[in-house]
């Protein structure tokens, strides 16, 4: 069985990824189209060793398509992921959009893929970037200590604000450097050089978007119960996120045996000598699939306390490769002949 | 009256910003030193608009000396600060050396004041930059509320480790900008466009030596009942430090009453409006001398829980501003024939 898989918002930072990680994991695709909005059409973009030139996403027909890895603003999955669900194609999208929703799954491959059963509207949703490195490294110890608490807090890259922030990050670089006057467009400050506490729009209780993204999807996605504080900040990097978490389990849990178990689970991978250079930053993990943790320690201030840092690839593992992980587990379904692919065939 | 002051580390980072806030802030001087270990002896270093010739430190007699600022190594103060104030020089140090000696008062002018009259063998320690405006914009909160709990991460600037970690910061920058090869030395990693959750050496438990300051100067200069856990992180920043900071306090709190008290607090600007750019940021710091509190609020994980960002320049309010505020606060007494300074004249 291979698939026609269409790629919309090809020419972003995600879409990109999402191309090149199709290719590298040999997904089975028969036909694949790069979508975007009207700007791009005609621009080239690479799949494998071939070229795709980006087609219209307002005038493409979703009719015959199987899989959708959406990756546009939220106001764009708003319109086109339905119309796209509504021709049969199954839609696994990475904005905001619809991950709340309660027909609509969240998932992390690693952590909750029952929730593609639950597949109802032909959209499946892909977590935020910050959200999915974190639940990756946290879905393990819940499962073996149960999280009552979780603080965190972020040091993400610039990609995850798409191509464009990452361009700024490099001119206001060099503006800085030879002392020409920076540019502030992509950001509300100049990022380069500094930290930036502000990731997506304000809430009523002063947390921002992002944080309470956190808060909502690792609910979602792991368990209701769990409770998480989260300050989101934006630094200087152009890839990788990095995450100070701090978490408060039901049991007893000590940093052993939280590595044991770390070193057994899906998608992680340890990286912890205590020692110079023992660890993991987010350069090191461009361009790795797995969510590394590092720094793990107890927490001796409260009850069952452990301390971690967990870093990832936001463009791979917090975007494009955990939405063709998804991809991949509805093709291993259909293989079977179940899930939604296998439906949508019959 | 006035005072001989000889600045030790004249060349480094923190060394000539305690020189420039000497300076700007008027402290009332006869005469300054500058003193440095042998290659930087000849060097010129400013003083307000004069220019001063490093001296040796090796050969300085502190005899007549009133205080030392000193800002070397922390093995160089192991040896000099106890000789100058055997002279019957005021110390005031910089390094960690002495910071959790009993006998050595570790101050911060808004916070602990009065340590300064347990001063015994001469010496004042001056506490780490990440643990200075913490405690700074914590110790009004814990007044009213009293602080059970403290869970912070830091976004600290190449500055704190030093001048040669900030000309790093730069030749990694270009380098990388230019595709150039990228030369580490003072780092364990590349530190340009990355994040290093490593600061210090590291200890037993898994923590570092800089995560173990915030908690143990935390608990000698404000309470010693009150538990924090650290994750100190470098990020691509030259001058100014970040903390997201998690509280848990006996009392009730609301970010509302936190905010008056922060408002009216000395040393302390909020900064705190829940809009686009309405938050400071480690680059607006820079050449600043208060700790801004910014992105204030409530935590609902946990009982009187409040989580709030808060930002100093590490040079300034972090080393130079602060030991500056100790010799003010030296020289005020004096002015009332009370405290060490007097009692060193007598």
Request: charge should be neutral; hydrophobic fraction near 45%; glycine fraction near 6%.
């Amino acid at each position: 069985m291979s698939y026609r898989v269409a790629v919309v918002g090809a020419t972003g930072a995600v879409g990109r990824e999402m191309l090149k990680t199709l290719a590298q994991r040999n997904f089975p695709v028969r036909e694949v189209a790069a979508l975007a909005s009207g700007r791009s059409v005609g621009q080239p973009v690479s799949f494998g060793d071939k070229t795709l030139a980006v087609q219209s996403l307002e005038k493409f027909d979703f009719a015959g398509w199987d899989i959708g890895l959406f990756s546009p603003g939220a106001s764009v999955s708003a319109v086109h992921a339905p119309r796209a669900a509504a021709s049969g194609c199954i839609v696994i999208d990475n904005t905001s959009h619809f991950r709340m929703e309660p027909d609509v799954p969240l998932v992390v491959p690693e952590v909750n893929p029952e929730a593609l059963a639950r597949i109802k509207r032909g959209i499946i949703a892909n977590p935020n970037c910050s959200t999915i490195q974190m639940v990756v490294a946290l879905k393990p110890l819940h499962d073996r200590f149960r999280i009552r608490r979780v603080v965190v807090a972020t040091y993400q890259s610039t990609s995850g604000a798409g191509k464009e922030a990452m361009e700024e990050l490099m001119a206001q670089t060099r503006a800085s450097m030879v002392h020409d006057p920076i540019v502030v467009e992509q950001f509300t400050k100049q990022i380069a050089f500094n930290v930036i506490p502000h990731i997506d729009r304000f809430m009523d209780d002063g947390s921002t978007k992002e944080e309470w993204k956190m808060v909502a999807e690792t609910r979602k996605i792991l368990d209701p119960d769990i409770k998480v504080i989260a300050t989101c900040a934006r630094v200087p990097v152009f890839i990788g996120h990095a995450e100070a978490v701090h978490i408060e389990f039901e049991r007893k849990v000590t940093a052993a045996a939280a590595r044991e178990i770390l070193r057994e689970a899906p998608g992680v991978q340890v990286v912890d000598r205590r020692e110079d250079g023992g660890y993991m930053t987010p350069l090191e993990s461009q361009g790795e699939d797995a969510t590394f943790v590092t720094r793990l320690r107890e927490d001796p201030t409260v009850e069952n306390g452990l301390a971690f840092w967990c870093v990832a690839d936001n463009l791979r593992k917090g975007a494009a490769l955990n939405a063709v992980q998804i991809a991949e587990v509805l093709a291993a379904q259909a293989k079977r002949g179940e899930g939604a692919l296998a439906k949508r065939a019959a």
